[in-house]
């Protein structure tokens, strides 16, 4: 049902990749991630973070916006983990910042809940990974709007470590 793939962007290079759920609607349009009203968050937040979107690879854990934004099924998930996989290999980042449960379930711990691993950044084959909570999320639920603004500035003191960033 997608008009458009949005297989994700950024430089080849980047040592730090974003990566979310799946295409929304303006993403669906556009065929390029992050682009609706949690694009224009998340650009926001990044620059908490000191960083700028043109620095960071973005893509989602799949590639097709689900009917009706609904969350992406584990057969589609799996459809599209050879991509993602692919993405990772080649960009071959420090840091992979997950963007929500799922992307978090997916490449993390399919186990962890994102209430009590947000923000806490974990590393596994050699890529530090730091589960943040979804930008959309923030946008229906206030509550998250501080806990993901504070996770931002976190992530800005492990980037420096990690990266030796300022
Ligand atoms: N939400 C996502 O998870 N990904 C996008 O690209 C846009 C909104």
Same mark, same amino acid.
């Given at each position: 049902?997608?008009t458009?793939?949005? +297989?994700?962007? =950024?430089?080849? @290079? ?6 979310g759920? =799946? +295409? ?5 349009? $556009? ?6 009203? !949690?694009g224009?968050?998340?650009n926001r ?9 043109? $620095? ?6 799949? %590639?097709?916006r +689900? ?11 799996a459809q ?9 290999a080649?960009?071959?980042p %420090?840091?992979?910042?997950?963007? =929500? ?10 186990t ?10 974990? %590393?596994?084959d =050699? ?8 930008? !959309?999320?923030?946008?229906?639920r206030? @509550? ?7 996770d ?11 990266l030796?960033?300022?």
């Open positions: 049902g997608r458009r793939a949005v +297989p994700g962007e =950024g430089p080849l @290079d980047a040592r730090i990749m974003l990566i759920e =799946g +295409p929304g609607f303006q993403e669906d349009q $556009q065929g390029r991630p992050f682009v609706g009203p !949690a224009e968050l998340l937040l990044l620059g908490l973070a000191g960083l700028s979107r043109e $620095q960071v690879f973005i893509t989602n854990i799949v %590639k097709c +689900p009917p009706n934004n609904r969350e992406p099924l584990p057969e589609e998930v599209c983990r050879d991509f993602l996989n692919g993405q990772i080649l960009v071959n %420090k840091v992979i910042c997950t963007l =929500g449960r799922p992307a978090m379930h997916t490449l993390v711990d399919p962890a809940s994102i209430t009590r691993e947000h923000g806490k950044p974990r %590393k596994v =050699g890529i530090l990974y730091v589960p943040l909570y979804h930008p !959309a999320a923030a946008l229906h206030q @509550d998250l709007r501080p806990q993901l603004e504070a931002m500035l976190k992530l800005k003191a492990i980037l420096e470590q990690a030796g960033q300022a």
